[in-house]
Every structure is written in structure tokens, then in C-alpha cells.
């Protein structure tokens, strides 16, 4: 039996079925980190006083951060535009980079954990600590979800490229709109934990 819609557009949404998936998905996600962000607002706004990321975090190191999601957000792209140009060596190449980029991501924040352990901060310490590492835990979660479909596509689930690539490409589409969405989330955590 073969499932309508994973290469075809729907006829009534004008997106094909994994398409419109991944979007409901990511709209639960925003209300999920909509819900914490608006949690630090209250945090921030009820408190009589507030650190200023910078005097407790690394910012040198979330902007090396910054520019390793980022750079993975193009990567990614690049996989899925030498696809549609059917050159699946560039699409290994890219997917692999993007890869490489997420991994620097989390070994920069095991850094940053360990320093902040290391000095006594913790997520009891205060609030501030408390929603830092609410929000860049959960968020450190998805780039490692991530990742791991990305792995998948990258070795095992590449073989689908020989048997019904505009499907595998497709598949990467999916993909690559939810790490733009774990990069997007990092760029609002970045000034808004770090800056200001």
C-alpha cells in the first residue's frame, strides 16, 4: 500500500503530508518555549534584583556557540540544495559538516556546564541559574535529538536516496526545518541570557 502525499502536495494544505507534520510539530515547540520564555519574563520582572548574564556567563563562548548553529543552519541547507541537484557526495559532505557543527555546539556547552559547576552555580543557586539551565538544557535535548535524525540520513537512512530519493529529499526538508528551529530558539536565548 502506498501513502498518499509524502512527495505530491495535498491538495487541500498545498504541503505534502511530513511537511505539514513538521509544522504542527514546531507550533507546539514554540508554545513550549513560549511558555518558558515568558516564565523568565515574570522571573525577571518580579525579582528585586537580577544578574546580568554577562557578569555570571561565558559570552565569548555562546558567541562561538552562536556562530557554530548558524553555520550548521547553512550547512544544512547546502545538504538539502545538492539534493534537489541530485549530487548526494555534496549532500554527505554538507550533512557531515552540519554534524561536526552541532557536536562543537555541545562540547562548548559541557564546557560551560562544568565551569559553572565547577564555581558552585547551580540551578538552586537563584532564579537566574534556575532558568538558564531550564532553557539551555532542554535546548542542548533538541540539538541532540537533532542530531541523531541527522545521523540516521547521514549512514542508515541515506539508502533511501537510491530507492525514492524525491521522498529522502523531502525527508531532509523535514529535518532542516526543525534544526532552523533549534538554531532560531539559540538566537533568542543568546541575547536574552547572555546579553541583556
Known amino acids: 500500500m502506498d501513502i498518499p502525499y509524502t ?8 504541503l505534502y503530508n511530513g511537511k505539514l507534520g513538521i509544522w504542527l510539530f514546531l507550533a507546539s ?3 513550549l518555549f513560549g511558555g518558558l520564555f515568558s516564565a523568565y519574563v515574570f522571573l525577571r ?6 544578574p546580568t548574564g554577562a557578569d555570571i556567563l ?4 555562546a558567541t562561538l556557540n552562536t556562530l557554530f548553529l548558524i553555520t550548521s543552519s547553512v550547512t544544512m541547507v547546502m545538504s538539502w540544495a545538492s539534493l534537489k541537484l541530485k549530487e548526494f557526495d555534496k549532500f554527505k559532505l554538507y550533512t557531515g559538516l552540519t554534524l561536526l557543527l552541532a557536536a562543537s555546539f555541545l562540547v562548548v556547552k559541557y564546557f560551560e556546564y562544568t565551569a559553572k559547576f565547577h564555581h558552585g552555580l547551580f540551578p538552586s543557586t537563584n532564579s537566574f541559574l534556575g532558568i538558564y539551565f531550564t532553557l539551555t538544557g ?3 535535548l533538541h540539538i541532540i535529538g537533532g542530531m541523531i535524525v541527522i545521523f540516521f540520513f547521514w549512514m542508515p537512512g541515506a539508502k533511501m536516496w537510491e530507492s525514492d530519493p524525491d521522498r529522502f529529499t523531502n525527508r531532509i526538508e523535514i529535518v532542516g526545518l ?8 539559540w538566537i533568542f536565548l543568546f541575547p536574552v541570557l547572555y546579553l541583556l
Open 7 to 14: 512527495v505530491k502536495d495535498r491538495p487541500d494544505t498545498g
Open 29 to 31: 515547540e514554540v508554545m
Open 45 to 50: 520582572t518580579g525579582a528585586e534584583s537580577w
Open 58 to 61: 561565558n559570552v565569548p563562548l
Open 138 to 140: 532542554l535546548h542542548v
Open 178 to 185: 526543525y534544526w532552523h528551529f533549534v538554531d532560531l530558539v
